[in-house]
């Protein structure tokens, strides 16, 4: 069932990111520029729902919340990507 579980987590972020994407389509962003943000976005937060339900259910290890926090931490920059481009700034100006 695990393999579902991926299957259906997966179905939902494409499905998150589709729809951010045709709002920013929608609100006069290129079209390539929204793929972009989009995709920034939702890989950005993908795992955040993974730390926070390492966190919320019992008997989790120290270890465990480590790994997940790094995770989350590793894809922070591309937040940062989504909004340069958001904000229409360029790579220069962006404080990493």
């Known amino acids: 069932m695990v393999d579902n579980d ?5 179905d939902l972020f494409e499905d998150m990111r589709r729809s951010l994407l045709e709002l920013l389509v929608r609100e ?3 079209e390539i520029e ?17 730390l926070l339900a390492t966190l919320a259910r019992g008997g989790h290890t ?9 995770t989350v931490l590793d894809n922070a920059p591309l ?4 909004r340069s481009l ?7 100006t962006i404080v990493h």
């Open 6 to 10: 991926s299957s259906l987590e997966f």
């Open 28 to 30: 006069g962003r290129d």
């Open 34 to 50: 929204a793929e972009r943000i989009s995709l920034y976005v939702i890989q950005g937060v993908r795992e955040t729902p993974k």
């Open 62 to 70: 120290d270890a465990d919340v480590l790994a997940s926090l790094e």
């Open 79 to 82: 937040l940062n990507k989504a």
């Open 86 to 92: 958001l904000l229409g700034l360029d790579d220069d």
